[in-house]
């Protein structure tokens, strides 16, 4: 071998080997890239900036299941995790409430009017009643652990989908819009088993409001049943007492 190629190979092997290293990163830099922008420009155009800025809110919601069971409630929001939900089911006024420490709840059909300590079923659902703020930008906050799992295409429609760990066993699919950035829908599914789903949400009738892009409406999927929760009415800005939300003595 000649003294040029020698000098040749000793200089292009090194950088044959980094280019090989790099290439193997490279489409992890890409994802981390593109969820990064994803989730700048779903931000922007949810109003999460405007959202931020608002202590507390209030929901009237109408609850939809099958064709005769209704129920309206409604449900306020305190900054930065107060939450209540007053309603009325079957004659029967009922409270769900979180007061930033412990959850209770009324609940008359039960057999008693007392403050009880909640369920994990109502628990999960004051959690997960109407918020103004991004699912996506509550997942960020709490430091969830978050992937952007690329393209798909659903009944023939194409999303970017950013998948969040929500749970030790579950995780939650996030459908959105490649043109508006607006969530359409999530997938929640088993971790181990990702053919179980344990339910879908679909979000529907984009509104703006305030500065603020938010569904109204939402649909739900859970076993083959289907549940729709109607924001008939937000406001912005109440000025609730932090009593509003304590488990009465």
Not at 69 to 96: A, C, L, S
Not at 152 to 181: H, K, W
Request: proline residues 6%.
């Amino acid at each position: 071998m000649s003294c040029d190629k020698t000098i040749f190979m000793t200089i292009i092997k090194p950088l044959a080997i980094t280019l090989v290293i790099w290439l193997g990163f490279l489409p992890h830099v890409l994802l981390c890239q593109n969820i990064d922008s994803i989730l700048e420009k779903h931000l922007k155009s949810w109003g999460q900036d405007q959202v931020s800025s608002i202590r507390s809110m209030q929901f009237v919601v109408t609850e939809i299941k099958g064709l005769s069971d209704q129920r309206k409630y409604e449900v306020t929001r305190k900054r930065p995790n107060k939450v209540r939900m007053d309603g009325k089911w079957q004659e029967h006024q009922f409270i769900y409430s979180f007061d930033g420490v412990a959850y209770w709840s009324i609940t008359p059909w039960v057999g008693t009017t007392e403050p009880q300590e909640m369920s994990p079923t109502e628990v999960s659902k004051l959690v997960n009643s109407p918020n103004i703020d991004s699912p996506l930008f509550i997942a960020q906050k709490d430091s969830l652990e978050m992937s952007y799992t690329g393209k798909q295409t659903s009944d023939e429609e194409p999303y970017l989908v950013i998948r969040v760990g929500n749970a030790e066993d579950r995780i939650t699919d996030y459908f959105i819009d490649p043109a508006t950035f607006q969530i359409l829908k999530t997938i929640e599914k088993d971790k181990g088993n990702e053919r179980y789903v344990y339910q879908e949400v679909f979000f529907k009738n984009y509104k703006p409001l305030s500065g603020i892009n938010m569904p109204m409406e939402y649909e739900l999927r859970i076993k083959g049943k289907t549940t729709n929760i109607i924001v008939n009415e937000i406001v912005l800005g109440l000025g609730i007492p932090n009593s509003f939300f304590k488990k009465p003595q």
